[in-house]
């Protein structure tokens, strides 16, 4: 991707998908509280991993939006440990 600035729908469509990563990042933290199963468990913790990354690497391209609205953290408060 150039240096250019993103188009004003490519904005909202990124941030869109900026909303549902985070969503599915906190169910999976959330459901690990649930879960008993330790394959299961580890799943959904390579799921948590590879999301935070995801969504590190989408808010790197929502910095070049013409417009922005504050992403919020993507670290939600843990249940269980």
Known sequence: MNDQSL???ESMELHEM???K???LAKSKLMQGLVF???LK???QKDVEQSTQAIAGLQAV???APF???VPPNRPTPILN
């Open 22 to 24: 985070t969503l599915c």
């Open 42 to 44: 580890a799943l959904m």
């Open 68 to 70: 922005q609205a504050p």
């Open 62 to 64: 929502y910095a070049k």
């Open 7 to 9: 188009a004003p729908h």
């Open 37 to 39: 199963d330790q394959e």
């Open 18 to 20: 900026l909303n549902f």
